[in-house]
């Protein structure tokens, strides 16, 4: 304003100052910025001044305490010095110690990726989404595979970190995209990583799998899930858009586990779509395919026990008493397993998840075990041997009206229900708990008998509320409470 011609008052008025301040800038010829001094005295005493040499002695040793640790120390060394809320002034000050004296923090160096050289893979838990399919809740994991440089990505529904979990994620990716990575990362997994004190660095299956496939295998740090940082922001980027999708679906419930399967390809899809051009770069680069996929299962040679079982990878099965004494091949798949014997499939059993459980079908031993029914009330898989609660509540009925003879009662029922028809025994057994009527196996027969066919469920119809029952209620209280207010 002044280098217009304006006068000092007008220049001032018009910068929205005075005009003392703005003869004072005129004069020193510098902007108030420049002439600003910085504030590096304090306001107030500092009341950790006489303790702080303490203080900063623990951090030096263990630079891990917190602020709220040191102060709760001081109060207990110096009762009534310091009161609650000074507490916030010693994390400031411990805050200024890390940043000036304490020892360097760990750097995050940013990677340049290059199309179709990395790729990175991982499981995850789907629990917090809270899926449930036909109304029961589905506690299962996801194994989650991505190309590094394009973010491209897909995944595979699952329910333990196991080898077959990773050969079959890992192979069913790779033959979805077409083409092989030259790198294959993935944090320290007990089905591909060696223990920190085995001289290999990988298991043999998985060295086989990166063989077949020509990938190099990387693993991470222990403790540095950062290293596989590309998957762990794709774990959470794919969970988020997984609980907007449930959301604008208006529902977490799925008819079937192959609904889900499908929810979930759809969503991988869209996601991939925007990727397109960074995406087919890495097709260029990618190398081909092997001519076929490796086996995802594992192969294992067992002898079959005198209990008529089997014992793999630390659980129980049990197999046709006839294979007793006998080695039998056993194909160990991600979901199931497979019983193999003289180049046959015998048998394909559910695979049990975790240790220590057992899985005993009754069908495999009632031959033998209705000829020695003594050995049925401590056996040690009994309540494997109650197909539904019908037959608990059977054998408990037996025991209460016939314990001498409930053991052998019961065993000729589920060998009936074995050698006809499951399902038409249970049938049977609710007509004659319905009824009233005395449990026997001629009793069960005659039911079955007298069937033509096993009647459906039955259909519940819940009518609708009358609401003008409510109606009614609001006015009996009406009525009632002038008494209860004149009493």
């Known amino acids: 304003m002044l280098g217009k011609g304006k006068n000092l008052a007008t220049a001032a008025a018009k910068a929205d100052m005075d005009e003392k301040t703005a003869r004072k800038y005129r004069q020193l010829g510098k902007l108030p910025s420049e002439i600003k001094v910085e504030h590096t005295w304090r306001t107030r005493e500092d009341p950790f001044a006489e303790v702080w040499g303490e203080v900063k002695e623990k951090l030096e040793i263990n630079p891990g305490l917190e602020g709220k640790t040191l102060f709760q120390d001081l109060q207990r060394r110096y009762p009534g010095r310091f009161a609650d809320g000074q507490l916030r002034t010693?994390?400031?000050?411990?805050?200024?110690?890390?940043?000036?004296?304490?020892?360097?923090?760990?750097?995050?160096?940013?990677?340049?990726?290059?199309?179709?050289?990395?790729?990175?893979?991982?499981f995850t838990h789907m629990r917090a989404l809270g899926v449930t399919i036909q109304g029961q809740p589905f506690d299962h994991l996801l194994y989650h595979f991505v190309l590094t440089y394009s973010n491209w990505e897909t995944g595979r529904i699952c329910f333990s970190e196991s080898f077959e979990s990773l050969s079959e994620g890992l192979q069913n990716a790779i033959w979805e995209l077409g083409g092989v990575a030259e790198r294959h990362r993935t944090d320290r997994l007990t089905a591909a990583v060696q223990k920190p004190d085995n001289p290999e660095e990988f298991t043999q299956r998985y060295k086989a799998l990166l063989n077949h496939y020509g990938l190099q295998g990387h693993k991470t740090q222990p403790e540095s899930p950062h290293e596989n940082g590309d998957i762990e922001q794709r774990h959470y980027r794919l969970k988020k858009a997984l609980e907007q999708s449930l959301m604008l679906r208006g529902s977490c419930n799925f008819s079937s586990r192959q609904d889900y399967a499908a929810f979930l390809s759809k969503l991988f899809t869209q996601l991939n779509a925007g990727r397109v051009d960074r995406f087919k770069e890495e097709l260029k680069v990618l190398r081909r395919l092997p001519h076929k996929r490796l086996e995802s299962f594992k192969r294992l040679q067992v002898r079959v026990g005198p209990s008529s079982t089997i014992r793999v990878n630390h659980n129980v099965y049990s197999v046709d008493s006839r294979l007793i004494g006998e080695k039998i091949d056993v194909r160990l798949h991600v979901e199931h397993l497979e019983v193999w014997?003289?180049?046959?499939?015998?048998?394909?059993?559910?695979r049990l998840r975790g240790e220590g459980k057992d899985r005993i079908q009754y069908r495999h031993i009632i031959d033998w075990l209705v000829r020695k029914p003594g050995a049925f009330e401590n056996y040690r898989y009994r309540d494997a041997l109650f197909p539904t609660h019908r037959f608990r509540m059977a054998y408990d009925w037996l025991k209460r009206h016939h314990p001498s003879r409930s053991a052998k009662e019961y065993l000729g029922i589920l060998h009936l229900a074995a050698k006809e028809s499951e399902s038409a025994v249970d049938y049977a057994l609710r007509t004659l708990i319905e009824n009233e009527q005395p449990i026997t196996i001629e009793a069960v027969e005659r039911v079955m008998g007298s069937l033509e066919q096993i009647p459906s469920p039955a259909q519940i119809t819940i009518p609708e509320v009358d609401l003008s029952a409510y109606d009614a209620l609001l006015t009996i209280k009406e009525e009632v409470l002038p008494c209860c207010q004149m009493s």
């Open 341 to 350: 014997y003289a180049q046959q499939r015998i048998e394909t059993i559910p």
């Open 90 to 122: 010693l994390q400031r000050r411990v805050k200024v110690w890390r940043a000036l004296e304490g020892p360097p923090k760990e750097v995050f160096f940013p990677q340049v990726h290059k199309p179709g050289e990395l790729c990175e893979s991982d």
